[in-house]
T-cell receptor, first 116, second 117 residues
Framework: DTGVSQNPRHKITKRGQNVTFRCDPI?????LYWYRQTLGQGPEFLTY????????KSRLLSDRFSAERPKGSFSTLEIQRTEQGDSAMYLC??????????????FGQGTRLTVV | AQKITQTQPGMFVQEKEAVTLDCTYD???????LFWYKQPSSGEMIFLIY??????QNATEGRYSLNFQKARKSANLVISASQLGDSAMYFC??????????????FGKGITLSVRP
């Protein structure tokens, strides 16, 4: 499978617990993005990496959220002390940076988080 | 102000007919890209078509074409010969290049398309 892979696909957790999601991008892609999508809305940008460097973080990414991409390949997104408002679909995408040429981002199937 | 506006309510189209999904955008960046994605019920975002702000021709990809009107800041998606499998949410998105963020996509709220047999 050469697409973007996300695990797990679904996660149910109790409020206050920590959760971690994993994203494996397309292998030659140097950019990796995390988005959050709530019901009836479009995806909202959370953060992105160029190789292992985290270059931009949205204000949506509170201090309970942390993302890593330690070797410039897969990435993890951790949410500490989950709240019900964190319930959403978390989407990962990757793309190949070619300077100023716009390139499309390819998305994974997402991880649906439900906080109860 | 919203950067991407998709205001149509749920859209319905008869199988084999064409349908236009509207998108308007707002940016002061002269260099930007516009994208359309399809999201079926499975949740995956599927890239459909891309239009660059400096592209002279409207983009086309198979049954998808983009009606790009730069002065009006609109980038409508046209789907020709609709198929039942086209039923999904459709999102318009923009990437602004010169803001120093040749990076994130900003999405609209999406439009639900239902294709009737």
């Amino acid at each position: 499978d050469t697409g973007v892979s996300q695990n797990p696909r679904h996660k149910i957790t109790k409020r206050g617990q920590n959760v971690t999601f994993r994203c494996d991008p397309i292998s030659e892609h140097n950019r990796l993005y995390w988005y959050r999508q709530t019901l009836g809305q479009g995806p909202e940008f959370l953060t992105y990496f160029q190789n292992e460097a985290q270059l931009e973080k949205s204000r949506l990414l509170s201090d309970r959220f942390s993302a890593e991409r330690p070797k410039g390949s897969f990435s993890t997104l951790e949410i500490q002390r989950t709240e019900q408002g964190d319930s959403a679909m978390y989407l990962c995408a990757s793309s190949l940076d070619q300077g100023h040429k716009n390139t499309e981002a390819f998305f994974g199937q997402g991880t649906r988080l439900t906080v109860v | 102000a919203q950067k991407i506006t998709q205001t149509q309510p749920g859209m319905f189209v008869q199988e084999k007919e064409a349908v236009t999904l509207d998108c308007t955008y707002d940016t002061s960046d002269p260099s930007y890209g516009l994208f359309w994605y399809k999201q079926p019920s499975s949740g995956e975002m599927i890239f459909l078509i891309y239009q660059g702000s400096y592209d002279q021709q409207n983009a086309t990809e198979g049954r998808y074409s983009l009606n790009f009107q730069k002065a009006r800041k609109s980038a409508n998606l046209v789907i020709s010969a609709s198929q039942l499998g086209d039923s999904a949410m459709y999102f318009c998105a923009m990437r602004e290049v010169n803001t120093g963020a040749n990076s994130k996509l900003t999405f609209g709220k999406g439009i639900t398309l239902s294709v009737r047999p």
